[in-house]
């Protein structure tokens, strides 16, 4: 079975109601850590080296967020910027004698951004308060993920969920178990 890493980001997970849930629904999958990188890394200063041993050992890799101005929360974009290195995620190593080999530590891996947005569906797209579709503010993770050498799962968004009751934010949870399971039963076939 595929090991599934995810790296969760909400500045405030104690109080999260959407985004909680949807940990709590992928938390219970097989062979799976996770990284609440607001409890880790307080101060942001992250343990580089020890979040790139956490990416090696995983195949699926989980970005869990809430939409924070049509991006991730500061601390995930800080993680992505200290983690995924020159030499280490993309580019090429460094060498005595000037540029070593080509580096793609994550090539192969399966990034899929989990995410929570306060707007509902119709709030994204022309005639909404947000003027473009969701899809559109994806480009820059998923591309982040790409340029590492990773696939890209298309992106699982709850949206509304604050609003949603519980029976609603449960009946996210399993579609979102059901999804990831799909995804992982995928990876198995891969390899």
Do not use: N
Request: charged share 15%.
């Amino acid at each position: 079975m595929p090991r599934t890493l995810i790296v969760h980001a909400h500045p405030r997970p104690a109080q999260s109601v959407a985004t909680r849930g949807l940990l709590l629904a992928l938390s219970e999958l097989p062979d799976v850590a996770v990284r609440p990188l607001y409890d880790r890394y307080p101060d942001f200063d992250i343990d580089v080296a020890a979040e790139q041993q956490a990416l090696r050992e995983a195949d699926l890799i989980i970005w869990l967020s809430p939409v924070y101005w049509y991006s991730v929360p500061g601390l995930l974009k800080h993680w992505f910027d200290t983690v995924l290195t020159h030499g280490w995620a993309y580019g090429h190593a460094h060498a005595a004698q000037g540029t070593g080999p080509a580096t793609q530590a994550l090539a192969g891996k399966t990034a899929w951004w989990v995410a929570s947005a306060g707007g509902l569906p119709a709030t994204y797209g022309p005639a909404g308060e947000h003027g473009r579709p969701f899809a559109d503010y994806t480009y820059a993770i998923e591309q982040t993920a790409r340029f590492c050498g990773m696939h890209w799962a298309p992106p699982f968004v709850l949206h509304g969920g604050h609003r949603l009751d519980a029976a609603a934010r449960a009946e996210a949870g399993h579609e979102l178990r059901r999804q990831a399971q799909a995804l992982l039963a995928s990876l198995e076939r891969r390899t």
